[in-house]
Nanobody
Framework: QVQLVESGGGLVQAGGSLRLSCAASGRTFSTYTVGWFRQAPGKEREFVAAISWGDVNTYSDSVKGRFTISRDNARNTVYLQMNSLKPEDTAVYAC???????????????????WGQGTQVTVSS
């Protein structure tokens, strides 16, 4: 079973940056597609970004140009670099993984079967 642990969340001023990490167990994690989702109070969980085993990536329109997803397979870690943060980025951010190894990058929660516990990101105005 794959276990995912997020870190790097915290409090940052608007316009600032944070880098989230998603560390995974499992020796085949490098072949997994990994996505980041976020959920703000009173809102549905929202797709943020995803990356495939072949480093194909995609972003939601709301974060495109500000966030960058990457992975370090040697460390079994996926990163989400968040720049130019806005108060509306405030949410619990969770990473998710699927064992699919093609270039499909799901944008729905149903496309993933492993989930981390989430890390809080708060952006102050």
């Amino acid at each position: 079973q794959v276990q995912l642990v997020e870190s790097g969340g915290g409090l940052v001023q608007a316009g600032g940056s944070l880098r989230l990490s998603c560390a995974a167990s499992g020796r085949t994690f490098s072949t997994y597609t990994v996505g980041w989702f976020r959920q703000a109070p009173g809102k549905e969980r929202e797709f943020v970004a995803a990356i495939s085993w072949g480093d194909v990536n995609t972003y939601s329109d709301s974060v495109k140009g500000r966030f960058t997803i990457s992975r370090d397979n040697a460390r079994n870690t996926v990163y989400l670099q968040m720049n130019s943060l806005k108060p509306e980025d405030t949410a619990v951010y969770a990473c998710a993984a699927t064992s699919r190894s093609d270039s499909i990058l799901p944008r729905r929660t149903s496309g993933y079967n492993y989930w981390g516990q989430g890390t809080q990101v708060t952006v102050s105005s």
